[in-house]
């Protein structure tokens, strides 16, 4: 939110009331002078009643109070329908693999929980390790995401981590990771619009050459629909 400067510059003390039970408001700065800049951040508990709320924020200044009201909408939570997103059945149960090489792992650290699955492994492995698991997006979803960490040696020539999304709805698949080849970069998040109730298939992949030099591998974790 923007606080405006008329006149001399002032300390302005800010305010939000009429947040439903669960929601929490946090200000950047919750007194900044007049003419500056704050930023006003919303949290809520999934235990918080669905539906749409006026929020009044509030600035008391030294000598002039403003208010300003906005409609805040609050939306069910979405159950995600992956079956064993995270991996943390110690398996790949509900997933299906093809190709040479993929296990749950506990190491190296898995983006959350105890499990991450490893698509290809430390010595080398010849073409795709593949796991995929076909779902409907859940009520109120519009989002599909997941995180992966890539360890590979060689080129996008010839090594990679990849994923695809088929919507067999609209009978069309769209790239969610292209050919990706790094090391050492991290933990990265990868995301894609869904439709509610449209069936989907994701595909999560590693591709190694079975170079003695280049063994790749990706861990893949937290597949999830929002």
Do not use: H
Request: aromatic share 8%; with cysteine; net charge positive.
């Amino acid at each position: 939110m923007s606080v405006t400067k008329t006149g001399n510059a002032q300390s302005v003390a800010l305010s939000a009331t009429g947040l439903p039970t669960g929601v929490t408001a946090t200000f950047a700065n919750g007194s900044p002078n007049s003419g500056t800049n704050t930023t006003l951040t919303l949290s809520s508990l999934d235990s918080t009643t669905p539906g749409t709320y006026t929020v009044t924020v509030t600035g008391v200044g030294t000598s002039t109070t403003r208010s300003a009201t906005f409609a805040l909408t609050v939306r069910a939570p979405v159950v995600n329908s992956i079956v064993n997103p995270g991996f943390e059945a110690g398996s790949l149960i509900n997933w299906t693999l093809t190709g040479p090489s993929g296990s749950p792992v506990t190491s190296p650290a898995p983006k959350s929980g105890t499990y991450s699955a490893q698509l290809g492994a430390t010595t080398p492995t010849s073409g795709d390790s593949k796991i995929a698991q076909t779902v409907v997006a859940p009520a109120g979803a519009t989002r599909l995401s997941f995180w992966y960490s890539v360890r590979c040696l060689g080129t996008t020539s010839k090594d990679w981590a990849t994923a695809t999304l088929y919507d067999a709805t609209a009978a069309k698949t769209t790239t969610m990771l292209s050919k990706t080849c790094t090391n050492g970069a991290g933990w990265k998040q990868v995301s894609v619009n869904v439709v509610a109730g449209r069936t989907y298939t994701i595909t999560l992949v590693n591709r190694d050459d079975n170079s003695s030099t280049t063994p790749t591998y990706t861990l893949y974790d937290d597949v999830i629909f929002s």
